[in-house]
Nanobody
Framework: QLQVVESGGGLVQAGGSLRLSCAASGSIFSSNAMDWYRQAPGKQREWVATITKRSAATYADSVKGRFTISRDNAKNTIYLQMNSLRPEDTAVYYC???????????WGQGAQVTVSS
């Protein structure tokens, strides 16, 4: 069964750092790109960052310069390093990918990130 599994959320003070990890099944990790999304309470899910299989990264304006997406091809894992965290970064963070060669989408179970002021 194909899956993506996040880990690494938690509680941190404003200005602190956290790193999220997402381990993916091979046929998901080998697709063109993988992404991070987040959903704050009472808000719609929003895109945070994307990394291609060639490690090109793009970011939402709200996190640019503070968050870094990366991948470890040996571990089928992508990461989201979050620095200079703000209370408005509080959300459930989701890893997302597609199965190689299909339109099938896979979402992780979510990782809670809470930033206190």
């Amino acid at each position: 069964q194909l899956q993506v599994v996040e880990s690494g959320g938690g509680l941190v003070q404003a200005g602190g750092s956290l790193r999220l990890s997402c381990a993916a099944s091979g046929s998901i990790f080998s697709s063109n790109a993988m992404d991070w999304y987040r959903q704050a309470p009472g808000k719609q899910r929003e895109w945070v960052a994307t990394i291609t299989k060639r490690s090109a990264a793009t970011y939402a304006d709200s996190v640019k310069g503070r968050f870094t997406i990366s991948r470890d091809n040996a571990k089928n894992t992508i990461y989201l390093q979050m620095n200079s965290l703000r209370p408005e970064d509080t959300a459930v963070y989701y890893c997302h990918g597609r199965e190689l060669g299909t339109w099938n989408e896979y979402w992780g179970q979510g990782a809670q990130v809470t930033v206190s002021s």
